[in-house]
């Protein structure tokens, strides 16, 4: 994902960032790995930091995606 120009603002002072809450990255899982019965923390292994690129002007999010989609196949 290569974008130049902010769609809000017209800025292309656009930047790649990680997606964070708190001190740690957000990351995806399949839906599949929350099954009712499994240990907590059992679906960790199947996941994917989120990643985005957004405006430092204007601060709109162009778009996220996750890193290693691959991972997230069960």
């Given at each position: ?10 800025s ?13 990255p957000?990351n ?13 923390n ?7 930091k ?5 405006c ?15 991972k997230?196949?069960?």
């Amino acid at each position: 994902m290569e974008l130049k120009t902010c769609p809000n603002c017209n800025s292309q002072n656009i930047h790649k960032g990680i997606i964070r809450a708190g001190h740690a990255p957000l990351n995806m899982f399949p839906e599949e790995s929350f099954n009712k019965n499994a240990p907590l923390n059992s679906h960790l292994g199947n996941s994917s930091k989120i990643t985005s690129y957004y405006c430092q002007d204007c601060g709109y999010i162009l778009g996220a995606f996750v890193d290693e989609a691959n991972k997230l196949i069960k």
